[in-house]
């Protein structure tokens, strides 16, 4: 066929058609050739069920329906973090959340609507006066054709139009025809953030219910501006609208109170140098994230790292072993211990009280003394020793065997054992292989788990310590 001419249709199939096209951004002639190529790779259907294209309800569900995903519209404002806005896109996809984006007419001096549906793999809307999508009144849809509206950045101007109610171009004329729930992530020079007219708009529109997350403190683009100002960043605000989006999380672990240690620690030889080890932290982090989405009340102690505290936990910054042994006494009672810190095993007798110096005589000796074992010292309490202590092994040769042993020496509950052998990468890296080493009725099971994220260990472990407190539910706890 070289062309397709459509012709005495009913009023009914024709706006059906319409829409169609309009929401998948095509012209009602390649949508007419999408359905006729559908058709022929399907049986056709019977008298009894008209085709889904021509049922008045099947674009309504289409959106669900083809990505089965919870759905965002993110307005982007006219503002220099307009460019973050594009890696929300993509933080919320990583998240599983479909993107539909709107730019208003500041936002394309910033960013292009080209580079958004790229991103999306959605059509990006930009004119209120759009033929294709207001036939239909497209911003009434696209306020409500969704789970939520992100606005980032959320200017002062877009802010102030959101307060009085003013609708004079796409991205207000949809918040104001919303009856989703909204998110704003403001973002604009400190002044305009602490102007009494800003303040008075943003207090008016969390009465009426809107959400903000940020802005946050730091530099502004301007030269030698600082100050409260900041859009979040694009993993913030996509972690509020997961929260937004997902069911409430059991919290299995509510009540309890969880320790948790992480990352290295540092023990010096002079001012200047140390005796260290390659952990990043970013295990024991995770399981303190973990377990505070879970309800725990989570105290982090952690060593020297290079990661962002977690949300909601309390954290403890410490160098070395003597340190870290300090904060954990400090820190009991509780219910839960993981110590998943890299404690350095020895440490100097003399720390050098300044930068120790090559001689002629060659390198000064370094006398080593064994550090404080923490696991063991809080495994072996008698009063005060929490009811379920969890200990890790980091082995690079027989892994199971040492594990074991270990188990057996500290006198913990549990081991989470695994193999940071050069070659696997877990040392610093994103992912983990571990086994979890149990005692039952004086017999030691080993369960062996697949590569995970460290971030899916973390949710493991705290759902396996979920499923032994609920085993015991009499069990007294501290």
Known sequence: MASL?????????????????????????????????????????????????????????????????????????????????????RRLKERQIHVRCVLTRAAQQFVTPLSASALSNERA????FD???????????????????????????????????????LASAILLAANRPILLAPAMNPLMWNNAATRRNVAQLER?????????????????????????????????????????????????????????????????????????????????????AAGADVILVSGPVDLDDPAGVAVKHVESARDMLRQVEASLPVDIAIFAAAVADWRVVNEGEQKLKKTSAGMPPLQLVENPDI?????????????????????TEHLIDNARAKLARKGCDWIVANDVSPATGVMGGDRNTVHLL?????????????????????????????????????????
């Open 5 to 89: 001419t459509i012709r005495k249709l009913d009023d009914a199939i024709r706006d059906e058609l319409r829409l169609r096209a309009a929401r998948n951004g095509r012209s009602v002639e390649d949508e007419v050739r999408v359905i006729l190529r559908e058709a022929a790779h399907h049986p056709p259907p019977t008298a009894a069920t008209p085709p889904a294209a021509f049922q008045p309800e099947a674009a309504d569900r289409r959106p669900r329906a083809a990505h089965g995903l919870p759905r965002v519209t993110l307005i982007i404002g006219g503002g220099i973090a307009a460019y973050k806005a594009l890696d929300l896109i």
């Open 125 to 128: 809307y930009t004119d209120l």
């Open 131 to 169: 033929p294709s999508s207001e036939f239909d009144a497209g911003h009434i849809r696209l306020g409500r054709d969704c789970d939520l509206i992100v606005v980032a950045p959320a200017t002062a101007d877009l802010i102030a139009k959101m307060a009085q109610g003013h609708a004079d171009d």
């Open 208 to 292: 009426d219910g809107v959400a903000l997350i940020g802005p946050n403190a730091g530099e502004m683009a301007e030269a030698n501006e600082a100050g409260v100002g900041r859009m979040a960043e694009p993993t913030e605000i996509a972690i509020a609208a997961e929260e937004f989006l997902r069911p409430p999380q059991p919290r299995p672990l509510a009540g309890k109170r969880v320790l948790i240690t992480a990352g290295p620690t540092h023990e010096p030889i002079d001012p200047v140098r140390y005796i260290a080890n390659r952990s990043s932290g970013k295990q024991g982090f995770a399981i303190a994230a973990a377990a505070q």
């Open 375 to 395: 696991l063991a010292t809080i495994s072996k309490l008698g009063d005060g020793r929490p009811p379920l202590v969890i200990g890790f092994a980091a082995e």
């Open 438 to 478: 149990t005692r039952d009725a004086g017999e030691i099971n080993v369960d062996s788990w697949p590569v995970m994220s460290k971030e899916q260990v973390a949710t493991e472990l705290v759902a396996r310590i979920a499923d032994s407190l609920m085993a015991k539910p009499g069990e007294k706890t501290s």
